[in-house]
């Protein structure tokens, strides 16, 4: 077996896109980071992007779910009520729904 990411960083709560061919999980940025991140990686470890930046206001970035075509991550920030949603393109950050829904370890599905 194979480590993707790093131990020091605490990779958690993983979910991968329809294709199999990205992973998103929540982490450390860094070793020594204030709370989790979301991170996108390929199946064999190569081409790790940073979603989100939002501990630096307060949040954090935990247990994330690829939505149903594929084009974003719903997730759970603890510095926002309810769910949010990141855009895997332009990684900006919305409310999930219309009105806010609390909720934890979010799963969009079925997906078509």
């Known amino acids: 077996m194979v ?3 790093d131990p020091a960083l605490f990779a958690a709560t993983a979910d ?3 294709a199999g061919d990205l992973i ?3 982490a450390l940025a860094t070793p020594d980071g204030a709370g989790p991140e979301l991170f996108t990686i390929r199946p064999d470890g190569t081409r790790r992007t940073q979603l989100t930046s939002v501990v630096a206001g307060g949040g954090t970035a935990e247990e994330p779910s690829f939505d149903r075509d594929g084009t974003g991550v719903v997730f759970v ?3 926002e009520p309810g769910l949010v949603r990141v855009d895997l393109t332009t990684r900006t950050v919305t409310p999930a729904f219309a009105t806010s829904v609390a909720a934890r370890h979010p799963r969009v599905r079925p997906r078509p």
């Open 3 to 5: 480590a993707l990411t």
């Open 16 to 18: 991968w896109n329809d």
């Open 24 to 26: 998103v999980y929540s």
């Open 77 to 79: 920030d603890r510095g």
